[in-house]
């Protein structure tokens, strides 16, 4: 574990862009034969204090969780403000846009990163920890999210 800069290997998340959560939940709901979740929207600018390519972004994104044994899976609507969901939903569609990872010491993990060529694209704080995007499409044909929780 010595060179893996997150300090961690275990995919705890998978996010999907949708354009209609509500759709989509009860799909899978019925695929799976499990209760639809209720869907939330993240919380509001100045208690997420969301900044997407460097500048302050006012989006938000409806969002519903499915707990799938040890995987948890995200459904993710966003709202019509600049985001990488907003942005990758534009440009891919809906589908696939992340897998996550719980991490300690996020500002330290963004700046390994970042000098290893994979930068912050948005980051964010939300009740009960903080998350942030890096971009590794290039490299890794997907996103990675970074979570940390706090203690």
């Not at 995919?11 to 862009?17: E, S, Y």
């Not at 034969?33 to 900044?51: R, S």
């Not at 707990?67 to 709202?79: T, V």
Request: glycine share 8%; no cysteine; proline share 3%.
């Amino acid at each position: 574990m010595d060179n893996n800069l997150l300090g961690n290997n275990v995919i705890t998340q998978i996010g999907l862009l949708v354009h209609d959560i509500e759709k989509t939940s009860q799909a899978y709901a019925d695929f799976f034969g499990i209760d639809k979740p209720n869907w939330f929207w993240t919380d509001a600018a100045d208690v997420a204090q969301t900044e997407y390519r460097g500048a302050p972004s006012e989006a938000r994104a409806k969002l519903a969780f499915f707990d799938m044994g040890s995987l948890q899976l995200e459904l993710i609507e966003p709202d019509d403000q600049p985001s990488t969901w907003r942005e990758s939903l534009d440009r891919d569609g809906e589908g696939f846009h992340h897998i996550a990872f719980a991490i300690d010491g996020m500002k330290d993990k963004v700046a390994a990163l970042g000098r290893s060529g994979l930068p912050l694209l948005q980051k964010g704080e939300y009740t009960g920890g903080r998350y942030a995007y890096v971009d590794t499409l290039k490299d890794l044909k997907v996103l990675i999210e970074l979570l940390e929780n706090d203690r």
